[in-house]
């Protein structure tokens, strides 16, 4: 057993010049090590991995509570979108992370470390064809703290989807459920 290539990337909370197409393409073709570190050096090597040995590749994106792993997985699927030469080229990772707000809305909650925590795992899983293109793409969502939906740490919430649920429980289509403020419904779960 090996372990691959490891980069240690920090989210600077800003947006920085170092994403764009013209940094991809200067990564496109490159050797791991001829340039500086960098998310795109990563998926570059998986992606000549794949064609070279024609076996699939893993990129594990990790990190804490606000590290940046969503906008990691998200260049690393322009990168492969780009240098692919996909059809749909340009909105590839948009068309994968379409699913984003409901899997947060579902899946992200307030903790005293963070005011939008993702409580959540996921894979995904991009599929080439024989001319190494994108065709398509498939994400699981795993819920990593079910107990969250019956009990909350001090200073911490319920999942996001709770709240907006409470907050439009005067809509006609959610009076069935019988909501009522958020804190009320809250105390049935404790």
Same mark, same amino acid.
């Given at each position: 057993?090996?372990?691959?290539?490891?980069?240690?990337?920090?989210?600077?909370?800003?947006?920085?010049?170092?994403?764009?197409?013209?940094?991809?393409?200067?990564?496109?073709?490159?050797?791991?090590?001829?340039?500086?570190?960098?998310?795109?050096?990563?998926?570059?090597?998986?992606?000549?991995?794949?064609?070279?040995?024609?076996?699939?590749?893993?990129?594990?994106?990790?990190?804490?509570?606000?590290?940046?792993?969503?906008?990691?997985? =998200?260049?690393?699927? =322009?990168?492969?979108?780009?240098?692919?030469?996909?059809?749909?080229?340009?909105?590839?990772?948009?068309?994968?992370?379409?699913?984003?707000?409901?899997?947060?809305?579902?899946?992200?909650?307030?903790?005293?470390?963070?005011?939008?925590?993702?409580?959540?795992?996921?894979?995904?899983?991009?599929?080439?064809?024989?001319?190494?293109?994108?065709?398509?793409?498939?994400?699981?969502?795993?819920?990593?703290?079910?107990?969250?939906?019956v009990f909350q740490s001090e200073n911490e919430r319920n999942y996001?989807?709770?709240?907006?649920?409470?907050?439009?429980?005067?809509?006609?289509?959610?009076?069935?459920?019988?909501?009522?403020?958020?804190?009320?419904?809250?105390?049935?779960?404790?």
């Amino acid at each position: 057993l090996a372990v691959g290539i490891i980069l240690v990337a920090i989210n600077p909370y800003k947006e920085l010049p170092i994403y764009g197409d013209a940094i991809i393409h200067a990564y496109s073709g490159q050797n791991m090590g001829d340039m500086d570190p960098h998310i795109f050096a990563v998926a570059e090597e998986a992606y000549k991995q794949m064609a070279r040995n024609n076996k699939n590749q893993s990129i594990i994106v990790s990190g804490e509570s606000g590290a940046g792993k969503t906008v990691s997985a =998200r260049y690393t699927m =322009r990168y492969f979108a780009t240098v692919s030469k996909s059809s749909n080229n340009a909105h590839v990772e948009d068309k994968v992370l379409a699913s984003n707000p409901i899997t947060e809305a579902v899946g992200n909650a307030k903790t005293t470390r963070n005011d939008n925590s993702s409580r959540f795992g996921k894979y995904t899983e991009i599929s080439f064809d024989q001319s190494y293109q994108i065709i398509g793409a498939n994400m699981r969502t795993y819920l990593l703290e079910k107990s969250r939906v019956v009990f909350q740490s001090e200073n911490e919430r319920n999942y996001h989807i709770f709240y907006q649920l409470c907050a439009s429980a005067m809509q006609p289509e959610y009076e069935h459920l019988k909501l009522g403020r958020s804190q009320e419904n809250n105390l049935l779960f404790t």
